[in-house]
């Protein structure tokens, strides 16, 4: 027997057994977001406070899970923090949809994903909700924004902006925001004079030039933790410079004491202060790696030391606990203890790839400026998580992903993507995650942007803004890493409704767009990331580096040339140089090679302009916010072309200079022609539409600057030099490349028209004893034998060991050695294998099941 409606007439019967008090704002933010929409929809709310007082049949029950009569209606008890509850239930003379939460923040979410479903489906969703659970799957989901200078007074002073940016935080699940001051810039660097009068240094002030007042910094900065709270969002305060460490930054604080230990004191008496005065902090991070100002390229402990007793003194006097979270780079064991003895609770946050947007999971090994430098813990805890995951550790370690040196202009959001990063983050048992927003760092430093005039606006084109602020734009980026972060079994309608509403018919399409193209930038820094950090290489802007050196657009690549730049992942990707010196040699390794990259490159530009092309024949009337997403896809499809020919061009090109082949120069000047007609396009695409002058980081510094323009000349000075370097060879010029290097099969995978690998990996082993792998298929006579890979999580070590695998009757065989199996690391595993000439990695890239590239072991 169908069950009744739970609107009657319009109305909606809500039964509230929430016993809100004042402090629960985040509730009445939920609750209004729930009548907005069944209002728009044109329906209403009657509020009771139990079934009886209605005569309606069907009822919405609303509460938490620790309520008597809410959890009495549900089929299990539901506890773990921030747990969403959707359930239909009997009442005995009422039938009732129970939407609940396990504390606030949970119920917080389940309310807003209804008003959600009733923006998108009417009052008619109410209806088809289905019984579900959610618990998260990472406990902490965080995003970074920096504050770099006055040109972001705009946003930073504006409540509007506020309320909407943490109203899309919120409703894709993320509970904590990070505020990160003095990032490479003089401006709040230290921060203390800027917010507050720290006790006993009277004569401290800001330079009069930037006409700060500090009573409105310091107000404004309550106002965003008040506003954080509103949302539910924990609020974290983080500082960067302790002063300015660039010999280019001159300081814009006077009267700071000049000995080194009195400097140590003043800031710990200023982060105390701060402590003390903004109750409203959930947390505070740190970065205690050289470039905050103080100490020398290995360490600053006794100054670190003094910050971490200033913070815990001012913690101890608060009635909510306080997080310390302190940034790996820098961080030294003894450091991490001293933090501990204050019993303050700690966390340690690593990068999770580089500073740029790699591929979603960890690295398999350290680049050679890490690995070389283990002495120096600005180096060895640089990047990814370095030898942190060590058992049994006695401090958390969170994951924060840094976009700021693959993405800061152009769109993204790929679920894929998204779900296999928030399994990711599991590694180590790690509490979970931060992203950098969009946009980050644009505008410059202080410096930067007060040369080059403040603010600038992302388009020059105004038909392409349809948004209020430019962040609005970005909503897939918030949505997917929020809410797959949150839970990766996430119903795919979340962001399907979210597209929905958008594109209307072609939101299949768009997103489709989306999808292929969002796949670009990140394998792009995995296999060629041309140099760190992020302030010299910005992977939308970039060429990749020059053929050859001194035609560098960008003079801080000194003479790293596209084919000599070192992949961000050494470990699964060859360098062009390194690949084909291996080809030349005959003694390849089980990476994936250039070619397979460029092969990649091209089927993802191919399906992302295939898609919206789709999408705009079935818009009669394109919206601005669908023609500035389509100008993106294409422009990304662009570089994603022109760094598939520029890869075979660069091959190519080292083929000819170790054997002298003309027809090896031949084709890389076809292949760099192909290139530059992309970048061409690319650069076409961005005239008039995008800024003329898309100033980021450093600027000028680091070439974070200009237009997709600026660099032709550059690519055209390398086109000359082969077409040179041919004429001298005696050859002709040729317009279909021979192929002097093979072209290979891109899949990573295996597919249904391959023979199927399966890999049999125990999920837990117990340590000192043997860990088997198995590697199963019914075709292994193709295969020149298998090879096992296996490295304990601990990068430090650098490369994955391997064993050749022995052959059984079903597949493969191998063993890992039980004294390489301890109890303080866990094991990562995989295996390759050559097929028809190509590399093949199992699980590898893209495996429709497993969501990295290598299987771990949990040892216990």
């Given at each position: 027997?169908?069950?009744?409606?739970?609107?009657?007439?319009?109305?909606?019967?809500?039964?509230?057994?929430?016993?809100?008090?004042?402090?629960?704002?985040?509730l009445?933010?939920?609750?209004?977001?729930l009548?907005?929409?069944?209002?728009?929809?044109?329906?209403?709310?009657?509020?009771?406070?139990?079934?009886?007082?209605?005569?309606?049949?069907?009822?919405?029950?609303?509460?938490?899970?620790?309520?008597q009569?809410?959890?009495?209606?549900?089929?299990?008890?539901?506890s773990?923090?921030?747990?969403?509850?959707?359930?239909?239930?009997?009442?005995?003379s009422?039938t009732?949809?129970?939407?609940?939460?396990?504390?606030t923040?949970?119920?917080?979410?389940?309310?807003?994903?209804?008003?959600?479903?009733?923006?998108?489906?009417?009052?008619?969703?109410?209806?088809?909700?289905?019984?579900?659970?959610?618990t998260?799957?990472?406990?902490?989901?965080?995003?970074?924004?920096?504050?770099?200078?006055?040109?972001?007074?705009?946003?930073?002073?504006?409540?509007?902006?506020?309320?909407?940016f943490?109203?899309?935080?919120v409703?894709?699940?993320?509970?904590?925001?990070?505020?990160?001051?003095?990032?490479?810039?003089?401006?709040?660097?230290?921060?203390?004079p800027?917010?507050?009068?720290?006790?006993?240094?009277?004569?401290?002030?800001?330079d009069?030039?930037?006409?700060v007042?500090?009573?409105?910094?310091?107000?404004?900065?309550?106002?965003?933790?008040?506003?954080?709270?509103?949302?539910?969002?924990?609020?974290?305060?983080?500082?960067?410079?302790?002063?300015?460490?660039?010999d280019?930054?001159?300081?814009?604080?006077?009267?700071?004491?000049?000995?080194?230990?009195?400097?140590?004191?003043y800031?710990?008496?200023?982060?105390?202060?701060?402590?003390?005065?903004?109750?409203?902090?959930?947390?505070?991070?740190?970065?205690?790696?050289?470039?905050?100002?103080?100490?020398?390229?290995?360490t600053?402990?006794?100054?670190?030391?003094?910050?971490?007793?200033?913070?815990?003194?001012?913690?101890d006097?608060?009635?909510?606990?306080?997080?310390?979270?302190?940034r790996?780079?820098?961080?030294?064991?003894?450091?991490?203890r001293?933090?501990?003895?204050?019993?303050?609770?700690?966390?340690?946050?690593?990068?999770?790839?580089?500073e740029?947007?790699?591929?979603?999971?960890?690295l398999?090994?350290?680049?050679?400026?890490?690995?070389?430098?283990?002495?120096?813990?600005?180096?060895?805890?640089?990047?990814?998580?370095?030898?942190?995951?060590?058992?049994?550790?006695?401090?958390?370690?969170?994951?924060?992903?840094?976009?700021?040196?693959?993405?800061?202009?152009?769109l993204?959001?790929?679920?894929?993507?998204?779900?296999?990063?928030?399994?990711?983050?599991?590694?180590?048992?790690?509490?979970?995650?931060?992203?950098?927003t969009?946009?980050c760092?644009?505008?410059?430093?202080?410096?930067?942007?007060?040369?080059?005039?403040?603010?600038?606006p992302?388009?020059?084109?105004?038909?392409?803004?349809?948004?209020?602020?430019?962040?609005?734009?970005?909503?897939?980026?918030?949505?997917?890493f929020?809410?797959?972060?949150?839970?990766?079994?996430?119903?795919?309608?979340?962001?399907?409704?979210?597209?929905?509403?958008?594109?209307?018919?072609?939101?299949?399409d768009?997103?489709?767009?989306?999808?292929?193209?969002?796949?670009?930038?990140?394998?792009?820094?995995?296999?060629?990331l041309?140099?760190?950090?992020?302030?010299?290489?910005w992977?939308?802007?970039?060429?990749?580096?020059?053929?050859?050196?001194?035609?560098n657009?960008?003079?801080?690549?000194?003479?790293?040339?596209?084919?000599?730049?070192?992949?961000?992942?050494?470990?699964?990707?060859?360098?062009?140089?390194?690949?084909?010196?291996?080809?030349?040699?005959?003694?390849?390794?089980?990476?994936?090679?250039?070619l397979?990259?460029?092969?990649?490159?091209?089927?993802?530009?191919?399906?992302?302009?295939?898609?919206?092309?789709?999408a705009?024949?079935?818009?009669?009337a394109?919206?601005?916010?669908?023609?500035?997403?389509?100008?993106d896809v294409?422009?990304?499809?662009?570089?994603?072309?022109?760094?598939?020919?520029?890869?075979?061009?660069?091959?190519?090109?080292?083929?000819?200079?170790?054997?002298?082949?003309?027809?090896s120069?031949?084709?890389?000047?076809?292949?760099?022609?192909?290139?530059?007609?992309?970048w061409?396009?690319?650069?076409?695409?961005?005239?008039?539409?995008?800024?003329?002058?898309?100033?980021?980081?450093?600027?000028?510094?680091?070439?974070?600057?200009?237009?997709?323009?600026?660099?032709?000349?550059?690519?055209?000075?390398?086109?000359?030099?082969?077409?040179t370097?041919?004429?001298?060879?005696?050859?002709?010029?040729?317009?279909?490349?021979?192929?002097?290097?093979?072209?290979?099969?891109?899949?990573?995978?295996?597919?249904?028209?391959?023979?199927?690998?399966?890999?049999?990996?125990?999920?837990?082993?117990?340590?000192?004893?043997?860990?088997?792998?198995?590697v199963?298929?019914?075709?292994?006579?193709e295969?020149?034998g298998?090879?096992l890979?296996?490295?304990?999580?601990?990068?430090?070590?650098?490369?994955?060991?391997?064993?050749?695998?022995n052959?059984?009757?079903?597949?493969?065989?191998?063993?890992?050695?039980?004294?390489?199996?301890?109890?303080?690391?866990?094991?990562?595993?995989?295996?390759?294998?050559?097929?028809?000439?190509?590399?093949?990695?199992?699980?590898?890239?893209?495996?429709?099941?497993?969501?990295?590239?290598?299987?771990?072991?949990?040892v216990?």
């Amino acid at each position: 027997m169908p069950v009744p409606s739970l609107v009657s007439d319009g109305s909606v019967v809500l039964v509230d057994r929430t016993n809100r008090t004042e402090t629960e704002r985040p509730l009445e933010y939920a609750f209004d977001e729930l009548s907005r929409s069944i209002d728009g929809r044109g329906g209403s709310i009657d509020r009771v406070g139990y079934w009886t007082e209605t005569d309606a049949e069907t009822v919405l029950v609303v509460g938490r899970t620790d309520e008597q009569v809410v959890d009495s209606l549900l089929d299990e008890s539901v506890s773990e923090p921030e747990s969403v509850v959707f359930q239909w239930a009997d009442t005995g003379s009422r039938t009732a949809l129970v939407v609940a939460g396990s504390d606030t923040r949970g119920l917080v979410y389940a309310l807003l994903e209804l008003a959600e479903r009733v923006d998108d489906g009417g009052l008619e969703a109410l209806d088809a909700v289905e019984n579900v659970v959610e618990t998260p799957d990472n406990e902490v989901r965080g995003v970074d924004r920096f504050v770099a200078g006055p040109q972001e007074d705009e946003w930073f002073f504006d409540d509007e902006f506020w309320h909407t940016f943490f109203d899309r935080l919120v409703r894709a699940r993320f509970n904590r925001f990070v505020l990160i001051v003095g990032f490479d810039t003089a401006y709040f660097s230290p921060p203390y004079p800027f917010l507050v009068d720290v006790p006993g240094y009277p004569d401290v002030r800001v330079d009069e030039t930037l006409d700060v007042d500090r009573d409105t910094h310091r107000e404004r900065l309550r106002r965003i933790g008040d506003l954080c709270h509103r949302y539910g969002l924990e609020f974290v305060f983080a500082t960067w410079q302790q002063r300015p460490w660039r010999d280019d930054d001159e300081s814009l604080v006077h009267g700071l004491p000049a000995d080194e230990a009195a400097y140590a004191e003043y800031c710990a008496t200023g982060i105390r202060t701060i402590v003390e005065e903004f109750p409203v902090l959930d947390g505070v991070q740190l970065r205690v790696n050289f470039e905050s100002g103080v100490g020398d390229r290995s360490t600053a402990q006794t100054f670190w030391r003094e910050l971490v007793e200033g913070i815990a003194a001012a913690a101890d006097g608060r009635t909510e606990p306080l997080e310390l979270d302190l940034r790996a780079k820098g961080l030294t064991d003894e450091m991490i203890r001293h933090a501990q003895e204050t019993g303050i609770e700690l966390t340690v946050s690593t990068k999770y790839w580089c500073e740029s947007t790699g591929l979603p999971y960890h690295l398999t090994q350290m680049r050679r400026g890490e690995l070389e430098n283990l002495d120096d813990m600005n180096r060895h805890r640089r990047y990814s998580y370095s030898n942190l995951l060590e058992k049994p550790r006695t401090y958390d370690v969170l994951y924060r992903l840094w976009a700021a040196g693959t993405n800061r202009l152009f769109l993204w959001g790929d679920p894929d993507y998204a779900r296999r990063f928030s399994h990711s983050t599991d590694l180590g048992d790690s509490r979970g995650f931060e992203v950098v927003t969009p946009l980050c760092l644009k505008g410059g430093r202080f410096f930067v942007q007060r040369d080059r005039g403040g603010g600038w606006p992302l388009f020059d084109d105004s038909d392409l803004r349809h948004y209020e602020w430019e962040d609005d734009r970005y909503w897939a980026w918030y949505l997917l890493f929020g809410r797959l972060g949150y839970s990766r079994d996430t119903d795919p309608d979340v962001w399907e409704r979210a597209f929905r509403a958008r594109f209307d018919d072609a939101a299949t399409d768009v997103l489709a767009a989306y999808r292929a193209a969002s796949k670009v930038l990140p394998l792009l820094t995995a296999a060629h990331l041309t140099r760190h950090p992020m302030l010299i290489n910005w992977a939308e802007l970039d060429t990749g580096g020059a053929l050859f050196g001194e035609h560098n657009h960008n003079s801080a690549l000194g003479d790293v040339t596209y084919a000599s730049a070192e992949p961000s992942d050494p470990g699964l990707f060859y360098a062009i140089d390194e690949y084909v010196t291996d080809v030349i040699a005959e003694e390849l390794s089980h990476k994936y090679t250039p070619l397979q990259i460029a092969r990649w490159l091209e089927r993802f530009a191919q399906r992302a302009t295939e898609a919206i092309d789709r999408a705009a024949e079935t818009l009669e009337a394109p919206s601005a916010e669908f023609t500035a997403t389509a100008l993106d896809v294409r422009m990304i499809a662009d570089l994603a072309t022109y760094h598939a020919s520029k890869t075979r061009a660069a091959t190519a090109l080292c083929h000819y200079e170790a054997t002298d082949r003309t027809q090896s120069v031949q084709d890389a000047e076809v292949y760099m022609r192909r290139a530059v007609d992309a970048w061409e396009s690319l650069a076409e695409r961005g005239d008039g539409t995008y800024h003329d002058d898309l100033v980021f980081a450093l600027g000028e510094d680091s070439a974070d600057c200009g237009t997709w323009a600026d660099r032709v000349e550059e690519l055209n000075a390398d086109l000359d030099e082969l077409e040179t370097m041919r004429t001298e060879a005696n050859a002709s010029r040729i317009d279909r490349p021979a192929g002097v290097v093979p072209e290979l099969d891109s899949d990573s995978s295996v597919s249904p028209a391959r023979p199927r690998i399966e890999l049999d990996v125990p999920t837990t082993c117990r340590a000192g004893t043997e860990l088997p792998v198995d590697v199963r298929t019914d075709e292994f006579d193709e295969f020149d034998g298998m090879t096992l890979y296996y490295r304990r999580t601990n990068q430090a070590v650098g490369a994955f060991q391997s064993v050749e695998m022995n052959r059984t009757a079903w597949g493969y065989h191998a063993t890992i050695p039980a004294e390489e199996v301890t109890s303080e690391w866990d094991m990562l595993v995989y295996v390759a294998t050559v097929d028809d000439g190509n590399t093949v990695l199992v699980p590898g890239l893209y495996h429709p099941d497993r969501p990295a590239p290598y299987r771990i072991v949990d040892v216990q």
